[in-house]
């Protein structure tokens, strides 16, 4: 079942902070964050897992609550740079080979300046 | 380092036609995962191929299949096209480890267009 993300959209003005969220219904192994530009690839932003491994951006954190089975990513002092569509990608086992992910229908950020 | 490079970037075909779509993997990537997105909607994953053999498949018909080349690059195709097939296809290459939590390095796509 597909990871539900919160806000659909938002619009911010350059320097605000933004909080994304998600939430699976699943139990989790892995929650992955991507931005995508329009036309463009999704761009890796981070990758959390659970036990508390974290890889990603420095300007960019996020949160995995592994028993509630959500995940946050915050984007502090935004950037025009940070427009886009962010996705969080679940993946509910370590099979041992690249992660299978199962996508969220993205939350959709604007910065204006 | 290069990155993941699909073609052909844009492709139109009518419904019942075959399609191949081709990905290049990342140098040093031994592991390929393609995804549908479908417009305005999150990647939907079709299946992966490691070591040359398909590891994981979606909730997709047998008309999608795949190969994975000793080089690691890879094919997908689609038999018999229908219109809901239009979409953008991702191809994603990445480096599979023991521990299994590996970042997956998307092409820009293919987008497919079915009449």
């Known amino acids: 079942q597909q990871p539900v993300q919160s806000p659909q959209a938002v619009i911010l003005r350059e320097g605000e902070d933004a909080v994304i969220n998600c939430s699976s219904s699943?139990?989790?192994?892995?929650v992955h964050w991507y931005r995508q530009k329009h036309g463009e690839a999704p761009v890796f932003l981070m990758i959390?897992?659970?036990?508390?491994e974290q890889k990603g951006h420095e300007k960019i954190s996020a949160s995995f609550n592994e028993k509630k089975q959500q995940s946050s990513l915050y984007l502090t002092a935004s950037q025009l740079s940070y427009s886009g569509t962010y996705f969080c990608?679940?993946?509910?086992?370590?099979?041992?080979?690249?992660?299978?992910?199962?996508f969220g229908t993205g939350t959709r950020l604007q910065v204006t300046l | 380092e290069t990155g993941v490079t699909q073609s052909p970037t844009h492709l139109i075909k009518t419904r019942g036609q075959q399609v191949t779509l081709r990905c290049s993997s990342q140098?040093?990537?031994?592991?390929v995962s393609w995804y549908q997105q479908a417009l305005g909607q999150g990647p939907q994953f079709i299946f992966q191929?490691?070591?040359?053999?398909?590891?994981g498949r979606g909730n997709f018909p047998p008309r999608f299949s795949g190969l994975q080349f000793p080089n690691y690059s890879s094919e997908l195709n689609v038999n018999a096209l229908e219109l809901d097939d239009s979409a953008l296809y991702l191809c994603?290459?990445?480096?599979?480890?023991?521990?299994?939590?590996?970042?997956?390095?998307f092409g820009a796509g293919s987008r497919l267009t079915v009449l």
């Open positions: 699943k139990a989790l192994y892995s």
């Open positions: 994603a290459s990445s480096l599979t480890r023991i521990s299994g939590a590996n970042v997956l390095t």
């Open positions: 990608g679940t993946d509910a086992y370590n099979t041992g080979t690249a992660s299978k992910l199962t």
């Open positions: 959390l897992l659970k036990g508390g």
């Open positions: 140098s040093g990537h031994n592991t």
């Open positions: 191929y490691y070591r040359e053999e398909e590891n």
